[in-house]
């Protein structure tokens, strides 16, 4: 079975900690994403790599950062988290450069900011 | 910005009857996907339909996509009480991006 794998299902984090969600998938995919989901928004695209090292940034890429040292790991990182970004973060991947395939996603994480 | 908005956002019927969902997006795509979220969950892939493709069916699920109207539709048939979930276009351009809509909550009342 494909997989996608998100190191938490759930985190709490105080204001202004440093936050890394990490998230691997083991299909040898070359893209991957970071997407928060939050109540009747749908799912919001944050960050998203297309290739090791190769980052671009998604629709709100505000107070965050990634990382992709591997290509099977991608890491979005929160510099100093705040309340409002309390939210669900879905990790997803997805292969083959040229012919475009679905996207897997991990099981999420939710993460809540006090 | 949401590159798919889903219509109606949600949606209630009778076990048994046909559910469809509407999406609608604003820029060219290289193909359209539906996947379905059950409730606090990760989402799974549903259906891909490519841009040349005007109707894909897989199961008890039918999409047909537009081009010149930019939307599509997910029809499923004869639901059942475990098609209760979220479901989400996505859209795919050159850039690699994809793309969600804000979804569509059906609920499926025995």
Redesign the interface.
Known sequence: DVKVTQSSRYLVKRTGEKVFLECVQDMDHENMFWYRQDPGLGLRLIYFSYDVKMKEKGDIPEGYSVSREKKERFSLILESASTNQTSMYLCASSGMKGLRTEAFFGQGTRLTVV | ??QGE?DP?ALSIQEGENATMNCSYKTSI??L?W?RQNS??????LI?IRSNEREKHSGRLRVTLDTSKKSSSLLITASRAADTASY?C?T?SS?????????TRLSIRP
């Open positions: 910005s949401q889903e956002q290289n193909n996907q996947y606090g969950r990760g989402l799974v892939h891909l989400f996505a795919d850039a690699s991006k994809i793309i969600f809509g804000s979804g």
